[in-house]
Nanobody, 126 residues
């Protein structure tokens, strides 16, 4: 059974930083692309960042590029999202996701991800 457990969310002031972590279990971690998505109140879930199965290619949404960095640790089976220069519009529930595996091409749409965590709340105060 695949489990993705996020941690590291919280309340931070504008301009602050947070580091989210996702612990993955029940899957062959090195075979899966991993992603972070977020959902703000009243809005659809949207892509934030993703990293491919081999860890040598990462992609971030335009609004996050330069502020957010995704990384993965194969020894711990974790994928982290380092978030800097946070803005109130970054407030959302952040979800970790894994694709179906098999060393697929990295994708950034929701439908390409088969496994989801429960999410962690990030609140940025102005």
């Amino acid at each position: 059974q695949v489990q993705l457990v996020e941690s590291g969310g919280g309340l931070v002031h504008t301009g602050g930083s947070l580091r989210l972590s996702c612990a993955a279990s029940g899957l062959a971690f090195s075979m899966h692309n991993m992603g972070w998505f977020r959902q703000a109140p009243g809005k659809e879930r949207e892509f934030v960042a993703a990293i491919n199965w081999s860890g040598d290619y990462a992609y971030s949404a335009d609004s996050e590029r330069g502020r957010f960095t995704i990384s993965r640790d194969y020894a711990k089976s974790t994928v982290d999202l380092e978030m800097n220069s946070l803005k109130p519009e970054d407030t959302a529930v952040y979800y970790c996701a894994a694709d179906r595996g098999g060393r697929q091409r990295l994708e950034i749409t929701l439908r390409d991800y088969s496994h989801w965590g429960q999410g962690t709340q990030v609140t940025v105060s102005s």
